[in-house]
């Protein structure tokens, strides 16, 4: 097979869950590692091989699997925890997963030393921004919208678009989906505040939320703050997010 026929493997960070014990099993389960099926599918049909990577903090693990894979993309799910940015404000411990923090940030900082691909999406994106230094806004709806603006619906939306997000021109995610603005779903209350080194902001929501950030010296770095994995299907510019990811991970 030639490389540039060959499906590239990408590694997806897992989601973590615990099982609570039900009458139907009544033992304490250990924790589900996963993640919701229209993620592969979309790496699938850009054309690339998704695989489940282990959560472990095991760097000698981590590392093997950055080597071995192509590229990497990070799911949403629970707050980064605020303590990872030096926050010393109290934070509600049920809306963390410290589980993910231990895997997920060395784990970047191993993909980007390697240069390799990397595609976050939500809380993936908000990561990507701590492990660069940056810090985040833990409530959305607290934020001053633009002049003239209300903010718009930012939780609770995955399969239809509900807002539109105006693209920086000159960056990555202008070349992909080639147009000043395009519309995305949205499900989070949690966003990128000041940015980490080296990440501009290369997508803003009309109300003045920020939506998509990118590491311009990376080979491929691009982190949406919306979630591409449901509306791919549907919204083009979705599509195109992937695929280009996938041609990168091809590529490197």
């Excluded at 501009?200 to 920020?210: F, N, R």
Aim: glycine share 8%; with cysteine; hydrophobic share 40%.
């Amino acid at each position: 097979m030639s490389v540039s026929s060959r499906r590239p493997l990408i590694g997806i960070a897992p989601r973590w869950e615990r099982k609570v014990p039900s009458a139907q099993v009544p033992d304490q389960l250990a924790p589900t590692e996963g993640m919701a099926s229209c993620f592969p599918d979309a790496i699938i049909d850009a054309g690339g091989t998704p695989i489940l990577l282990p959560l472990t903090d095991d760097a000698d693990a981590i590392n093997q699997l950055v080597e071995l894979c192509d590229g990497f993309a990070l799911q949403g799910g629970p707050d980064v925890d605020p303590a990872r940015f030096g926050s010393t404000e109290p934070y509600d411990p049920a809306l963390l997963c410290p589980e993910r923090d231990a895997f997920e940030l060395p784990l970047v900082q191993m993909i980007l030393a390697a240069d390799k691909p990397l595609f976050t999406t939500c809380r993936g994106t908000q990561l990507l921004n701590v492990t660069l230094g940056g810090t985040l806004c833990m409530d959305v709806p607290s934020l001053k919208p633009r002049e003239g603006m209300q903010l718009w619906r930012h939780a609770k939306v995955l399969t239809d678009p509900v807002h539109p997000v105006e693209v920086k021109p000159d960056t990555l995610l202008a070349h992909i989906v080639g147009k000043p603005e395009i519309q995305v779903n949205s499900a989070h209350h949690c966003c990128a505040g000041k940015l980490g080194e080296g990440l501009i902001l290369s997508g803003e929501a009309t109300d003045g939320v920020p939506e998509c950030i990118e590491l311009p010296e990376a080979r491929f770095v691009l982190g949406v703050q919306w979630h591409p994995e449901y509306t791919w299907p549907t919204l083009a510019s979705d599509r195109a997010l992937w695929h280009a990811f996938v041609d990168a991970a091809r590529k490197s």
